[in-house]
Structures are given as C-alpha cells and as structure tokens.
C-alpha cells in the first residue's frame, strides 16, 4: 500500500525534487518511509532552522525550489526564522510539516506537538495548504510549485494531518505543466523613454538572477552602467560597465540621480539595500522604468512606466526596440567605482581591510561561492564587492537580518553545487546560534571552508551603541575555544592572523571535506 506520505515524496521527484532538508519525527515517518528506495537524497539537518537554511542555500545556488521537511509544532516554529528570511529574499521553498489529527485540530487537547492554529500562524507569513484528504496530494503540489515559481517567489507551506499522512493514496497523475512567466507588456513605450534619453543607469536586483547573459546584452546596447543589489551580485564580474556597489553609499545615489534615466530590473527598493544608513528616503525616482515580476511591488513606488513580467524574458524582449547608445558608460561606470570604494574608508577606517580579506577569499579560491552570515566582513562586501561567479555571493545580512544563517545555507548551496569550493564566512557570534550544522557538512562530506571573523563580540552592535553614546551592553558574549571546538566536529582547523598573505596561504592549502580556518580579529 502507497500512503498520502509517500506519495508526497514521489510527486516531490515528479516535480525535479532531487534532495530534501529534514528530521524526522513520528509525525513524518510516513514522508521517510516514501523516502526508503526514492531518488530523492536526504540530508539531515541538527536543528529545523538549519533544514530551512539548506533548503534556502540550494535554492539561490541552484535557481531550483529548496524543500525541507519539518515535524508538527516546535519543527515548523523552529524553520519560521529561515522562512522570513527567504520571504525577504524571494528565495523558492517548500516547507512540509505534520500536523496533528483532523479531528482535534482547534480543540486544546494537549496533543503530542500542539499548536492552537498551526496553519493561521504560518498564514500571515506565507502561502499554507493542508491536505486533509488523499485526494488533495497531486493538486497541492502542483499548487506549490506554481506558487513559488510563477510572480514574486517565495515560501510555501504544506501541512499534512497525521492521521492523514499514513492513508492509502493512488497513483499520482503526472505534474501539471508549470505556468510561464511571460515578457511584460509596454515594450514600445518603455524603448521610446529610454531611446530619448542621454544616458541611462540599470539598477538591477535579486529577479534578475540567472539572466546575466539578457543583462548584459541590455546594459551593452543602452551603454549603462548597472549598479548591483547585494542579491544581484556576482553577475557581470569585472565588466566595464558593472558597478558593484550599494545604492545607500553617497557616490551610488549621485549616479542614480545624475542619469537622465533610470532602469530598475527585479528590485524591490529594500530599505537595507537603498538605505542602510537610514538617511531616511530611497533613492528611487519617480521618473524610472520598472521591470518586476510582482504587481504588489511595481504598485510601491511612483514610476514613469510599469512593466510586469518575468526580467530575463522582458529584458530579451526589450532589446530589439533599443537603439545603441554611446553614452561614455565605462567610464562613468569606472569613476563610480573608485568613488564607491574609496567612501567605504569614510564610513569606517577598518572597513577597507574587512573588504580586502573578502577579495582575499575570491583570489583564493577562483569561483567559489560565498555564503555570508551577518558580521563584519559581509557587511563591508555588501557595500562593494565584485564577485567571480554569478549568483555565487549571498547572505542573509540585508532583508531579515537573520544571524545564524551561514552554515546552513553553505551546506544547502555546496550539495547543490557539487565538486564547487564553498566558503562560509561567519562571525564567532553567529556561529553560536547555529553550530550544530558543521556536523552536517561532516556526514555529508561537503567541501565547505568555515571562515570565522572572531572578534570575540557582537562587535556592529557595540559600535552602534557607542555612536549612541549608551553603555555597551550583553555584546561580548564569550566566544567558543576555535580550535577544540573543531576538534569536536572533526574538522581540520587553521588559525590565520588578520593579514591577507596568511589567509590567502590557508585558503590555498588543499582539502577534501570541510575544515573551519579562525581569523582572530581584535575588537
């Protein structure tokens, strides 16, 4: 007999799925008997926001739906953070839980896991689907699957009751095709604007990744510098027109308000990404063109022209109706670039060093893929970073904010892309909120390099409230003891001062699985 839970795993590899991110729990034995013999691999995670932050990692690494499967209650609370966190990034993620029982849904009966309303919580968070008959299966996830693929993506949510969960379910029809995201409407109009203007500025976001060859193209004919979001980069590496920086640096907006106009392509104007230094407005123009698969997000903001469609298909679209321009943009994109760079010694005097030992990594280790968590390092390269491998830079430092994000996310984005170096750069602070994950990297034999910025303190925060003239407060909590800490995970461990030819040496060194290398920075 083939129940609802292991169909839910078939209809999973009908669907392309090739590996979850779970622990099981008595909830879910159904989902793992389904697993038993199923292409699909599991890897298995040490805390439920680790599953979600894998799932989240593969999916930027992979442009595919990362999927993590969660016990009732405290499972699906647990993954709640990492479910933001893709919420704010547009990131694709199925997330399916157990439920308790049909019948005593509502009613308080103390049941092994219980929530009073587990699907009306996660509903203000993200769209939710129980399956509360066999019948249901095939509909739900081919519902899911378009829901996190077709507009703006984000997570979903499938719940499933246990007594549900082990029922008997027939075959699965074959998944509905997945509707396409069309070219947006509006060409013509959007080409006049442009053609008439002197020069152009592309802004490009997190929708236009994986269409690196379009932006291009696009930036090419319009000869347009294109300034990159921190999810756009890694694209257009060391192009002439690429400006790979933060719209809330000063020299960043002077470029956006000098263009006659601008383009906006797959942005939603973030606040932590136009703003970040709460200057308290966006530099966003009423007088732009904007591209976005989203209407909610195109609705935001006033804009000369709307175009709703899919970026890659409407900037393909775009470009025969577009005029070759000479507007001197390497060169106005190269003096940006100086400009850009050089005021990230203004914000701060340390902060060109933090940036050079992230250009160490990319020197390091040629195409890796970097998977920044919230510390000090990440936050300099969010500002000005040219990465060499498109969609290879992210982190979870902008948007949500979600400290503890990198170890999972680098297990997810290095299982994604095997025989890929990946490097997790994390602070000692974040490390604590989520060190079980390196077993993980462990078990799975992952070539992963765990590069921990140890300034022995929440060391942003305690800037903050030093410019706040406020005590400093609960921000140097101790940090772990690197080397037997490493020991203990079975990794290989190397301590590298703060000075580029010694971490440049350790990162060069050769290794097969994972190892973690302690940068030892003084606050």
Not at 39 to 60: I, K, L, N
Not at 257 to 263: G, K
Not at 292 to 319: F, H, Y
Not at 451 to 463: G, M, P
Request: net charge negative; proline share 8%; glycine share 10%.
């Amino acid at each position: 007999m083939n129940t609802v839970g292991m169909r839910l795993v078939e209809g999973l590899h009908a669907r392309g799925v090739e590996v979850v991110f779970g622990i099981p729990g008595v909830h879910t034995v159904e989902m793992y008997r389904g697993l038993s013999g199923s292409p699909v691999r599991h890897v298995t995670a040490r805390h439920e926001q680790g599953c979600a932050f894998m799932a989240d990692g593969y999916a930027r690494a992979t442009g595919k739906p990362g999927v993590a499967l969660v016990i009732t209650g405290p499972g699906l609370t647990n993954a709640i953070t990492a479910m933001a966190q893709a919420r704010e990034d547009s990131i694709p993620m199925l997330v399916i839980s157990g439920v308790n029982r049909r019948g005593s849904l509502g009613k308080g009966w103390g049941l092994l896991h219980e929530l009073p309303d587990q699907q009306a919580m996660i509903a203000t968070l993200c769209p939710t689907r129980r399956i509360t008959d066999p019948s249901q299966v095939a509909e739900t996830l081919d519902w899911a699957f378009a829901t996190m693929t077709t507009g703006r993506p984000g997570p979903v949510h499938i719940e499933v009751p246990t007594d549900v969960m082990p029922m008997e379910c027939a075959a699965l029809p074959a998944p509905s095709p997945l509707p396409t995201r069309p070219a947006a409407k509006g060409l013509e109009q959007a080409a006049e604007l442009l053609n008439a203007a002197a020069d152009v500025v592309i802004l490009a976001g997190g929708g236009t990744r994986g269409q690196e060859a379009a932006l291009k193209a696009l930036a090419e004919r319009l000869d347009a510098p294109v300034i990159q979001t921190v999810n756009a980069r890694g694209m257009m590496h060391h192009h002439p027109l690429t400006v790979p920086a933060s719209p809330s640096l000063s020299s960043v907006r002077d470029l956006i308000h000098s263009a006659a106009r601008v383009l906006a392509i797959g942005t939603e104007f973030g606040w932590t990404d136009y703003d970040m230094y709460v200057v308290g407005d966006l530099p966003a123009r009423p007088d732009m063109i904007r591209i976005d698969a989203c209407a909610e997000q195109l609705a935001r903001l006033p804009a000369a022209l709307t175009l709703q469609g899919d970026a890659g298909a409407t900037m393909a679209a775009l470009l025969p109706h577009l005029t070759a321009k000479q507007a001197s943009g390497p060169a106005r994109a190269a003096a940006n670039r100086d400009k850009a760079r050089a005021e990230l010694a203004q914000l701060d005097p340390l902060m060109p060093n933090r940036l050079t030992m992230v250009e160490v990594v990319r020197a390091a280790l040629p195409g890796c893929l970097i998977v920044g968590d919230s510390t000090q390092a990440i936050y300099a390269a969010n500002l000005f970073y040219d990465h060499d491998r498109p969609g290879g830079f992210f982190n979870a430092a902008t948007g949500y904010g979600a400290l503890g994000y990198g170890p999972g996310a680098a297990v997810g984005a290095s299982i994604g892309t095997p025989g890929a170096k990946v490097v997790c750069l994390i602070g000692d602070g974040g490390l604590q909120f989520s060190p079980g994950e390196l077993r993980t990297a462990v078990d799975e034999k992952l070539p992963i390099t765990f590069l921990v910025w140890n300034n022995a303190a929440y060391n942003e925060i305690a800037d903050a409230m030093r410019a706040a003239n406020t005590e400093v407060i609960g921000c140097h909590p101790s940090p772990l003891n690197m080397e037997p800490f490493a020991a203990a995970c079975d990794l290989p461990y190397t301590s590298a001062p703060l000075d580029p030819e010694a971490l440049h040496w350790a990162l060069s060194q050769p290794h097969d699985g994972p190892r973690l290398i302690e940068v030892r920075v003084r606050a």
